[in-house]
């Protein structure tokens, strides 16, 4: 890339970045990634418990020092609460359960409580990585053309253009921070798949992972699966018509129950948006 690429990209992404301050014992504000999973596991959180908070959609790379300066790391999504800045949405969503405790995402009783945390930690660490580092690696192998497209959605041009310019360059910094490459794409399916055995052989005569009602290993195991379901209720939807790569993957999935388990608890429970324009 020329200086004067870069000089642009730099002077584009300042004014995609840039957002009003918020006071901080105002609004809660989520920093966050719009087509991220992790980052879906945390807004679905906010929504679900209906508590108006603030989203700040930040450019993938361009984040860095910004989420630095407020954790000490570099990872979305954040959550701005009462001041107090928390990132990793596991922790986010513990942090809303002690400020809004209702409705629950944790079972009341404690065996349900056990089970439901010890069903997140699984999806989190199984399925997220898993899921991101497969679809990842063939966008960029399929069609690498479509990063920027699909790395904003439901951003503005400005952060689109940024992106396109820096593409050559993202590309290979992204599969270099997450080890992406082939042979980890190829252990990354065959997790997804064992994932989805695993949602199957968890869900109970409800309908759901836990007991008899929604809890926080529903919402972490839709939110994550979110990318291959791709359900309408998602917040950012992807730009139509759906990559071939992906729109296979779907296929071979569609028929399973996993799958429809998915749809079904967007459609159940994802309600209306709590976001506040500010």
Known sequence: ??????????????????????PPMALPVLWHFTVSHFNEKARWALDFK???????ALLPGFHFPKILRMTGQTAVPVLALDGRPIHDSTRI??????????P???????????RALALEDF?????????????????FVHDPGLTA??????????????????????????????????ASAEVARE?????????????????????????????????LFYPLVQPPEFPYPWPRPLPAWLAEYRAALAGRAAFQWVGEMYKRH????????A
């Open 1 to 22: 890339m020329e200086p004067q690429d870069w000089r642009r990209a730099r002077r584009l992404a300042s004014a995609v970045t840039a957002r009003p301050r918020v």
């Open 50 to 56: 209906r508590v108006p908070h603030v989203r700040r």
């Open 93 to 102: 969503i513990e942090a809303l359960e002690r400020a809004f405790p209702e």
């Open 104 to 114: 629950a995402l944790y079972p009341r009783n404690e065996p349900g409580r056990r």
């Open 123 to 139: 999806f989190d660490e199984e399925l997220g990585p898993s899921i991101r580092a497969m679809l990842v690696h063939a966008q």
């Open 149 to 182: 497209a699909l790395f904003t959605v439901g951003m503005g041009r400005g952060s689109r253009r940024t992106l396109r310019i820096l593409s050559p360059v993202f590309r290979p910094l992204y599969r270099f921070r997450y080890k992406i490459n082939a």
């Open 191 to 223: 997790r997804t798949l064992a994932a989805v055995d695993r949602l199957e052989r968890e869900l109970q005569p409800s309908g759901y992972l836990v007991g008899d009602g929604f809890s926080v290993a529903d919402l972490t195991a839709a939110a």
């Open 270 to 277: 994802r309600g209306r948006s709590a976001e506040v324009v």
